[in-house]
C-alpha cells in the first residue's frame, strides 16, 4: 500500500470527517449528505478517493450503496504509515549527526 495515498486520503478535512463517519457505521451516501450536511457528488467523490486508498468499502444492497471500513485495508494503512513513520527505520546517516560527510567534499 501507498503511505502517501493514505495521506492524501485522510488529509482533506471532508474526507477526513467522512473516514470517520464510517468508522462508527456501516453508511449509505444518503446518510452522509444528511450527516455532514454536503452535497451527494462531493460525498460521492470523496468515498471514491477513500476507496481507492484502500481505506473504505462500498458493498450493493437494496438498490443502495453501502460504506463500511476495510478492516484489511485500514491494517495495510497502519502498516505503511507506520513504517514510514518508525525511527527504527531510519538509516544511521538519516539521524542527527549521524552524516558527518555531507557537504564536506
Do not use: W
Not at 477513500?50 to 502498516?79: M, Q
Amino acid at each position: 500500500m501507498d503511505p502517501l495515498a493514505v495521506l492524501r486520503a485522510l488529509a482533506d478535512p471532508t474526507r477526513y470527517r467522512l473516514f470517520n463517519a464510517v468508522r462508527e457505521k456501516e453508511r449509505c451516501v444518503r446518510d452522509l449528505v444528511d450527516s455532514q450536511a454536503l452535497a451527494q457528488p462531493l460525498v460521492s467523490h470523496h468515498l471514491r478517493v477513500l476507496a481507492e486508498a484502500g481505506l473504505v468499502l462500498a458493498r450493493r444492497a437494496d438498490g443502495f450503496t453501502l460504506y463500511s471500513i476495510d478492516p484489511a485495508g485500514l491494517a495495510a494503512a497502519r502498516d505503511a504509515v507506520s513504517t514510514l513513520l518508525d525511527p527504527d527505520h531510519l538509516a544511521a546517516v538519516a539521524r542527527p549527526g549521524g552524516n558527518p560527510a555531507c557537504c564536506r567534499d
